[in-house]
């Protein structure tokens, strides 16, 4: 049992891990307008329709699970989770993503935790790598290793947030850089927002390219379909 202490989304005091129970219903039931969604990215689609990124591109992932939909009131949490003194929230965005992984098919045994890794910029203006501590706390509570180091940047690239749909492609190729062989192994990306899902794909074609036997992404938050701009302002794409 935990002590009480403020819900982090509407500051009721909670036994509940610091999400009380109103709240996790009101998170629950904002995801559960989405039907539909793509099976390989996880987008919430028209009943019927084509995934509109996975069908122009094959993405280099295998499957997306997603605690949340990027939409009221969680799009709120992970703003402040996001937001420079926001590393306080890891451990409760963390469990609802275990959450959300243990109510999927099992992943390979032995997979490894990548965080997708932050600019220097983000870093210097967050002082933390939301996509980092996600996975320190995940790692725990599905019992998985991690590697924080595995995947590096090459560069800055542009903010993905600041680029319409069709530029995100380009932003991301040659991005990322993985420094070891992976021979077989099992790697889930973990990441807090997906939107087009450019920097998961750039990974995973990454990862596969050293060996991996499959590539997976652990997202906190998935957004819908955008066509212009992202509306959203902090994200990693
Ligand atoms: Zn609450
Ligand atoms: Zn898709």
Known sequence: ????????LCGVRTRRARLCA???????????????RCARCGLGLAQGAACPDCSVREPAFDRVIAALDYVSPADMLVRRFKSADGVTYAPVLAALLAQAVRAQPSLAANTILVPVPASRSALARRGFNPAAELARYLSPLLGLPRRPGLVIRTGEGMRQASLPRCARMRNTTGLYRCIDRLDGRHIAVVDDVLTTG????SICAELKAWGAASTCGLVLARTPYSNGTQHVSHHSG
Request: some cysteine.
């Open 22 to 36: 109103d709240c996790r219903k009101c998170l629950a039931d904002s995801m559960a307008g989405t039907t539909t």
């Open 1 to 8: 049992m935990h002590l009480p202490a403020p819900c982090c």
């Open 198 to 201: 450019s920097t998961l794909h």
